[in-house]
């Protein structure tokens, strides 16, 4: 297994990138760890309703129409989503599918699932917030291939220099 964790104090969102991959033991079968990184980290965050109502858009958008994705979840941190995938996927087709998932969200009169039947805290979204998002999300697609000028992974070096204050 590889990681790849950038360091945030350099990461310029939105970006989407692999952060872990590996094969299944005893199968030639490839998974992986995206961070779909959309705030500043320890700077910004997405609003909690912003981002629950994405989460529900963007996960029933893809276990709906492609199936190795296993999943679309919010990070703890609230300014990201990790996307897990099965197969072969890179960048191109993923950027893809994400973007198909925000694009419906132009259109939707009401966040899937968003009910006391299927949701642990149904009245925790917002649709207009999340379009609102969406939209910007679309406006900065050509900047998702690249974390910023200055991103690079976490070294030895950062960790001494977080350490000495």
């Known amino acids: 297994m590889t990681s790849r964790d950038l360091d945030h104090r350099y990461v310029v969102p939105p970006y989407l990138r692999v952060v872990t991959e590996q094969t299944v033991p005893g199968t030639d079968q490839r998974v992986a760890l995206w961070d779909f990184r959309v705030a500043q980290p320890n700077a910004s965050h997405v609003p ?16 709906t129409h492609h199936p190795t994705i296993m999943n679309v979840a919010p990070m703890g941190c609230m300014t990201g989503l990790y996307v897990w995938t099965v197969g072969e996927w890179n960048f191109d087709d993923l950027a893809d599918v994400i973007t198909a998932g925000l694009r419906s969200i132009r259109d939707a009169d009401e966040v899937p699932l968003a009910n006391i039947v299927q949701c642990g805290w149904a009245e925790h979204h917002s649709l207009e917030g999340v379009k609102e998002f969406a939209e910007r999300l679309l406006a900065d697609r050509d900047q998702w291939r690249d974390p910023g000028p200055d991103a690079h992974e976490v070294s030895a070096a950062d960790l001494r220099e977080l350490s000495a204050g």
């Not at 912003?50 to 858009?57: A, G, N, Q, R």
């Open 48 to 63: 909690g309703p912003v981002m629950h109502s994405l989460e529900h858009f963007l996960g029933t958008y893809v276990r």
